[in-house]
């Protein structure tokens, strides 16, 4: 079975681009979660998409945004580059429980973006 | 103060060793609950879920108190394949899911 798969793998741009980073989840899986590691700190929540829709966001500017696909995968995109956005984006998807939850999240091999 | 806190470490142990990392948590809300290994430069993976009962996965050990609420896993005979950053996860019944800065461990010969 195929895991959770994020292109490019590396991406450079510059100061004000604009930056689009896919991913494709799990098979079977709703939800799509999106996490930035900035190099040497830990995991910061940015978006969940399941079926769709925006359920959740953390604590970034509205020049972070995304969707999701009909076919459940998902687009991050960040609009007007800074040079603190450079870090791993890590995709991870999962089922989507209801009232119970989310369940394990398996995660892709990142895009690491550096902005110059 | 943050929703989910680690000591950072760094843990440095010799081969062999006994060591355990505690991860504590403040919403009361929350459900389900995870212990990650993410290695330099990877993505994170699934190391084991944490039950209230407790559970055990050969030579590793996770415990949940929802009382005092904090999680724990335990390492025993440490490898040196051991040597990662293991994150420690904590999800609510909303879908929110927050994840510890990590504990660094080295396993030294």
Redesign the interface.
Same mark, same amino acid.
């Given at each position: 079975e195929a895991g959770v798969t994020q292109s490019p793998t590396h991406l450079i741009k510059t100061r004000g681009q604009q930056a689009t980073l896919r991913c494709s989840p799990i098979s079977g899986h709703t939800?799509v979660?999106w996490?930035q590691q900035a190099l040497g700190?830990?995991?910061q +929540?940015l978006l969940?998409y399941?079926e769709g829709e925006e359920?959740?966001r953390g604590n970034f500017p509205p020049r972070f945004s995304g969707r999701q696909f009909p076919n459940y995968s998902s687009e991050l995109n960040v609009n007007a580059l800074e040079l603190e956005d450079s870090a791993?984006y890590?995709c991870a998807s999962s089922l989507?429980l209801g009232?119970?939850?989310?369940d394990?999240?398996? +995660?892709?091999?990142?895009t690491r973006l550096t902005v110059l | 103060r943050k929703e989910v806190e680690q000591d950072p470490g760094p843990f440095n142990v010799p081969e062999g060793a006994t060591v355990a990392f505690n991860c504590t948590y403040s919403n009361s809300a929350s459900?389900?609950f995870?212990w990650y290994r993410q290695d330099c430069? %990877?993505?994170? %993976?699934?190391l084991m879920?944490v039950y209230s009962s407790g559970n055990e996965d050969g030579r590793f050990t996770a415990q949940l108190n929802r009382a005092s609420q904090y999680i724990s896993l335990l390492i025993r005979d440490s490898k040196l394949s051991d040597s990662a950053t293991y994150?420690c996860?904590v999800?609510?019944?909303?879908? %929110?899911?927050?994840?510890?800065?990590?504990t660094t461990l080295t396993v030294k010969p």
């Open positions: 939800s979660y996490y700190l830990g995991l +929540f969940w399941d359920r959740n791993l890590l989507y009232a119970r939850g989310t394990t999240q398996y +995660f892709g091999p990142g | 459900q389900s995870f430069r %990877k993505e994170p %993976k699934l879920s994150l996860v999800n609510t019944n909303a879908g %929110k899911s927050t994840f510890g800065d990590g």
